[in-house]
């Protein structure tokens, strides 16, 4: 493994290996730059990789993992408290900025079936860009 310490941060290359570069601005930056003589290039990749931190984190209430297009989403169960203001969000999404009489048959049966209570948020998918 090779490195550069330069004034932006620490570029790392290893044969047949993806560089890396560790921003002075990274969490681990310090860590990284003081052991960088004892540490191995798949040490360091575990340290600055998001992903690895936190892919498959679960728990009763969420799950996580990367879509298709490699955004962050997040599964959340939904407690009642919380899905009465989600169906409230649900419903303003729908109506946007028009009256009632405006909106097109399916805008009015979603807006039915939520008002009626045929729908129960148990969950909603999060996602971050």
Known sequence: MFYVIT???INITE???APLFIGKDHENFKRIKDDIRNLTYNQIQQMIDIKSKIVGYINDNAETYF???DDLEMKVDVTDNRAKDLMLLARAQIIGDKDEDELNEKEK????????????VVGIKLIFE
């Open 7 to 9: 004034d932006n941060g």
């Open 15 to 17: 044969v047949g290996r």
């Open 67 to 69: 879509n298709n297009d």
């Open 109 to 120: 049966y979603l807006i039915k079936l939520l008002d009626g209570g045929s729908l129960n």
